[in-house]
Every structure is written in C-alpha cells, then in structure tokens.
C-alpha cells in the first residue's frame, strides 16, 4: 500500500510524515509525499529532527504531485489545511483522500529549544497517528470503513 502525504510546499510536515511513517511501517507499506507548489528543498530543520529522532532521511526531497502520475498512491492525506482544500490530481484515480491537520512548526518563533521543540511535537503527532494507522486490521476494511478511520485518526 501507497501512502501519499501532500501539503503546499513539501518541504516540512509532508517530508516528516513520509519519514516517520516508512521508519515505523512493516513490510508491504511505503509512504512518499509531495507538494502543491513543492518549494524544491526540504528544510534543513526538518532533516535535523528526523536525525536527532534516528530516522533515515535518505532519499528525501521536495517534489510536486506529477512526481507520482505513473504509480498512483492508494492514499493521499493532506497534512496542511491549504492542500486539504485543493482537488487531488486526476491522475490519483480512486486514492482514498484524508485529511490529517498539523501546525507548521517551521513558523514557531522564539529561540532555538522553542523551535526544536515545535518540531519534535509535530513528529510525536505524526508518530502518534501512524501508530494508530498501522493498528488498523487494513485486510478487513472496506473502502468506506477505511475512509472513516482515516478521518478519525487526522482527528487525534
């Protein structure tokens, strides 16, 4: 299964989903994610949190959505309420879309320990839902009961 994390600019919340969610995923299951309008880099501070949390930032980087037109993802969450309002791309077929709302810690303000710790709060909220996603019995749900799952855990 396909696991596509969206926001606007792919360079924040959607790159530490997809990390997360690879570093926590048995096998069968692979994450990715893209942006809107990809700023084209991933933010220094984010591939930070993930190496100070021991997670593999290998093979990351800030693309948009036409990166995934030939291998269609089976899931699109958004992360980022500006992406979550914007129609998913024709060429996603029938992904099941969800919406799983996070704060942008790139615009916490203050001094370095009030940044960082922006940043680990969003990665232990993103690890909190990816653990409560890979709970699921995901061979025993159907379409519609998939879907309402999905919302129920962007609402953690």
Same mark, same amino acid.
């Given at each position: 299964?396909?696991?596509?994390?969206?926001?606007?600019?792919?360079?924040?919340?959607?790159?530490?989903?997809? #990390?997360?969610?690879?570093?926590? #995923?048995?096998?069968?299951?692979?994450?990715?994610?893209?942006?809107? %309008?990809?700023?084209?880099?991933?933010?220094?501070?984010?591939?930070?949190?993930?190496?100070? #949390?021991?997670?593999?930032? @290998?093979?990351?980087?800030?693309?948009?959505?036409?990166? %995934?037109?030939?291998? &269609?993802?089976?899931?699109?969450?958004?992360?980022?309420?500006?992406?979550?309002? @914007?129609?998913?791309?024709?060429?996603?077929?029938?992904?099941?879309?969800?919406?799983?709302?996070? @704060?942008? &810690?790139?615009?916490?303000?203050?001094?370095?320990?009030?940044?960082?710790?922006?940043?680990?709060?969003?990665?232990?909220?993103?690890?909190?839902?990816?653990? #409560?996603?890979?709970?699921?019995?995901?061979?025993?749900?159907?379409? @519609?009961?998939?879907?309402?799952?999905?919302?129920?855990?962007?609402?953690?």
């Amino acid at each position: 299964m396909k696991v596509l994390f969206m926001c606007t600019a792919n360079s924040c919340r959607s790159i530490l989903s997809e #990390a997360l969610f690879n570093h926590l #995923a048995p096998e069968g299951f692979e994450a990715v994610s893209s942006g809107s %309008f990809p700023k084209g880099q991933v933010l220094p501070r984010s591939l930070i949190t993930l190496r100070q #949390a021991g997670i593999s930032i @290998e093979g990351l980087s800030s693309k948009g959505n036409d990166a %995934f037109e030939d291998s &269609p993802p089976d899931i699109v969450i958004t992360v980022c309420d500006k992406a979550a309002g @914007e129609t998913c791309p024709v060429y996603f077929g029938p992904a099941l879309k969800a919406h799983w709302s996070l @704060e942008d &810690p790139s615009d916490a303000v203050g001094d370095e320990a009030s940044i960082d710790a922006a940043f680990r709060a969003t990665l232990m909220h993103i690890e909190k839902r990816c653990k #409560a996603f890979f709970a699921l019995p995901i061979d025993t749900l159907d379409r @519609e009961r998939l879907k309402q799952e999905l919302d129920r855990i962007g609402a953690l």
